[in-house]
């Protein structure tokens, strides 16, 4: 149980134990008949075949190849790295299908967060059962989760970034070592916002000489994945195949026109608002541009204000982190050309999960901050009608003249039905859609096949 009333008195109870298990069995359930029906409904996707054969060559020959899609061996137009498909890799390694493939790349994602709340809850004495219990929904209220499914990186990596950012005040090489893995093996975005929170930690360091210790002992964690990355690429490639890469890669950060680069050179009101018509943005729904351009800045708001109870408990530079979300969030509406949805999960998981460590470490110095996060979580639902019925009750619960002990007990229910609820509801809604061909025998032999490729996107490659 959640204390979302401070001096409420944790209830305690030998049922209460039971009604978790009970409560975990029934959600996870609706969450997996989710997942399931998603992964079949679904259509395919010219990404998740890249992102799947290229993790897949690399787990099993130490390659990085997805050709004919993208060429050549590491080649830099591979942007999911293999930490984004590990789950759909074993998947398929075991079973040759897409669907099996899908949903175990989900629950791949989801002990990814198990393994960092169990790590979480040793350090920073939270409770374990309350964060194993979100754990699995956190991932599904997340704007187009459905990128875990298909592998793609933002999803896997975002998880292990923002864990490393609770691990950096107890555990720093570790933490930088993560960062470092989810960048060079997830999704290299994320090296805008780990650029930003590490120089600004090194910024509030107390003296000049601790900060230049500190960054010279910090660059050896940081460095091991990338000299792992680019030793693996000089052994399979070569050293001037290297030299090329580093050349290609660096046109794709600072020249590529999706990049954003070029649009921050042309910066101009105009340009931001054609980006916005010409991009996805403006087909999103108003619940989109809420969960995306609101929430963030509420969030920055409940985390300015309760900074010092946050840098308190969990070690957590409020100001760094702060940065380093809204460094994604404003390349996103100000420079992205594109404005994918799933470009958008670099910092709405950020603020999703943050918000839930919140809850569950009781760190918020009132009582009303609380009922304020489940209001802005409750954005992150997908029927309209849930979400104001949701608010309104726990809004009656707040203002009634219950006890605190009451209150909380209330609280607790309401929340955890609702997010039950939530996920029925998604579930009945998919199931009515219709399930897509997946069955492509030919891939079985080879997901390299030009046979393999052609078939899964329904049409023949060079045509």
């Known amino acids: 149980m959640i204390n979302f009333y401070k001096d409420a008195l944790q209830f305690k109870s030998k049922y209460l134990v039971v009604l978790k298990i009970l409560y975990f069995s029934a959600l996870n ?19 998740e075949i890249i992102s799947l054969a290229s993790s897949y ?16 061996n590491y080649g830099v137009g591979l942007t999911s790295g293999p930490l984004s498909a590990v789950g759909g890799v074993a998947g398929w390694s075991l ?37 194993i219990l979100l754990s699995t929904v956190q991932v599904t209220l997340v704007p187009w989760w459905i990128g875990a499914l298909y592998g793609m990186g933002e999803i896997a990596s975002t998880i292990i970034f923002v864990n490393s950012l609770f691990l950096f005040s107890k555990k720093r090489q570790l933490s930088l070592l993560l960062f470092s ?26 003296s000049i000489e601790k900060k230049y210790k500190r960054f010279i002992k910090d660059l050896i964690p940081i460095s091991i994945p990338f000299v792992i990355w680019y ?26 026109e999706n990049s954003g680069v070029e649009s921050a050179r042309n910066i101009s009101l105009d340009l931001i608002l054609n980006q916005l018509r010409d991009s996805e943005v403006s087909g999103w729904s108003s619940a989109s541009l809420i969960r995306t351009i609101v929430v963030p800045i509420l969030f920055a708001i409940i985390f300015l204000y309760n900074k010092n109870s946050i840098n308190n408990i969990f070690g957590l530079n409020v100001q760094a982190t702060l940065l380093s979300v809204f460094v ?96 029925i509801i998604s579930t009945v809604e998919e199931s009515s859609k219709e399930k897509v061909n997946l069955d492509f025998p030919e891939c079985a032999y080879g997901l390299a096949l030009e046979t393999c490729y052609s078939n899964y996107l329904y049409y023949e490659l060079g045509s």
Do not use: M
Request: positive net charge; proline residues 2%; charged residues 10%.
């Open 95 to 131: 079973s040759k299908s897409f669907i099996i493939s899908r949903i175990s790349n989900f629950y791949y994602v989801v002990l990814l967060q198990v393994i960092f709340s169990y790590l979480l809850s040793k350090y920073f004495k939270l409770n374990f059962n309350n964060l």
């Open 231 to 256: 030793t693996l690429i000089i052994l399979k490639t070569g050293f001037d195949n290297f030299i090329i890469y580093i050349s290609e890669f660096l046109g794709f950060v600072f020249v590529f």
């Open 29 to 47: 359930y609706f969450v997996y008949k989710f997942v399931f029906i998603n992964a079949n409904v679904i259509n395919t996707f010219e990404d």
């Open 328 to 423: 994604v969030y404003l390349w996103f509406w100000i420079l992205s050309p594109l404005k994918y949805i799933r470009h958008t999960q670099h910092f709405t998981l950020i603020i999703i999960f943050l918000f839930f460590y919140c809850l569950v470490g009781g760190i918020l110095e009132k009582d009303i901050q609380n009922i304020f996060i489940l209001s802005v979580v409750s954005l992150f639902f997908s029927d309209l009608l849930l979400i104001l019925i949701f608010n309104t009750l726990i809004y009656l619960i707040y203002f009634s003249k219950l006890n605190l002990n009451n209150k909380n007990i209330f609280t607790n229910v309401v929340f955890s039905v609702f997010l039950l609820s939530n996920i």
């Open 57 to 72: 060559s690399f787990f099993t020959t130490l390659n990085f190849i997805a050709e004919p899609l993208i060429p050549g």
């Open 181 to 206: 893995s989810s960048i060079i093996y997830g999704k290299f975005l994320l090296a805008a916002p780990f650029a930003i929170f590490f120089i600004a930690d090194l910024i509030f360091s107390p």
